[in-house]
């Protein structure tokens, strides 16, 4: 598969993700449902912690919904509003949009308090995919491009980023 062609089915998997209810359209209820689910997965139900990543999580669909010009999101305009909002301007796209969303979970899982996310930090969101022992551990590596033990929320980003342009098959955000 080509990288192009693996960015778009990654959008549609995305969007068969986040179409929570499974009626064939995105709607605010949707990014609801899948927030309320992340912070639960990562044990963060009623902090104020918790609460900023659902409106983080929130703030992305209003984004596209504004985008795409409509709260009742089809696939097609889903994948389009994604491409135009967050895909075409590559880091910049991903900085404005997915960042603060990044940054609520780092805010989340980062116990010890120094903003990047330790082996040990990491576990929760980890587990929440399904990524355990040596798998997580080679995760983490890859993760971890400047090798310094720790995952930043711009080296997060960057791999949120490589995911849906399908550099790398770490699917933090769910697959
Ligand atoms: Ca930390
Ligand atoms: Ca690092």
Same mark, same amino acid.
């Given at each position: ?23 064939? =359209? %995105? ?10 689910? %992340? $912070? ?7 902090? /104020? ?6 409106? !983080? *999580?929130? !703030?992305? &669909? ?12 089809? #696939?097609? #305009?889903? $994948?389009? /509003? ?22 609520? %979970?780092?805010?989340?899982?980062? =116990?010890?308090?120094?903003?990047? %996310? ?7 969101? &980890? !587990? ?5 022992? !040596? /798998? /997580? ?19 997060? =980003?960057?791999? =949120?980023?490589? *995911? ?12």
């Amino acid at each position: 598969m080509t990288t192009a062609t693996k960015a778009n089915s990654r959008l549609e998997e995305r969007f068969r993700l986040w179409d929570a209810n499974g009626n064939g =359209v %995105i709607e605010r209820s949707d990014f609801e449902t899948e927030a309320n689910d %992340i $912070v639960s997965r990562l044990g963060a139900e009623g902090s /104020a912690k918790g609460d900023q990543l659902k409106q !983080a *999580y929130l !703030a992305m &669909f209003d984004h596209l919904a504004q985008a795409a010009g409509t709260q009742r999101m089809s #696939q097609e #305009q889903f $994948v389009q /509003a994604a491409e135009q909002e967050i895909i075409s301007k590559g880091d910049a796209g991903f900085a404005s949009v997915v960042q603060p969303t990044i940054q609520a %979970i780092v805010d989340v899982l980062d =116990v010890s308090g120094d903003g990047e %996310i330790s082996p040990e930090e990491m576990q929760k969101w &980890f !587990a929440a995919i399904g990524l355990e022992g !040596a /798998a /997580a551990d080679r995760a983490f590596s890859e993760l971890d491009t400047d090798g310094s033990g720790k995952l930043s929320t711009a080296e997060l =980003v960057s791999a =949120v980023r490589d *995911y849906h342009l399908g550099r790398n098959d770490i699917p933090l955000l769910g697959a």
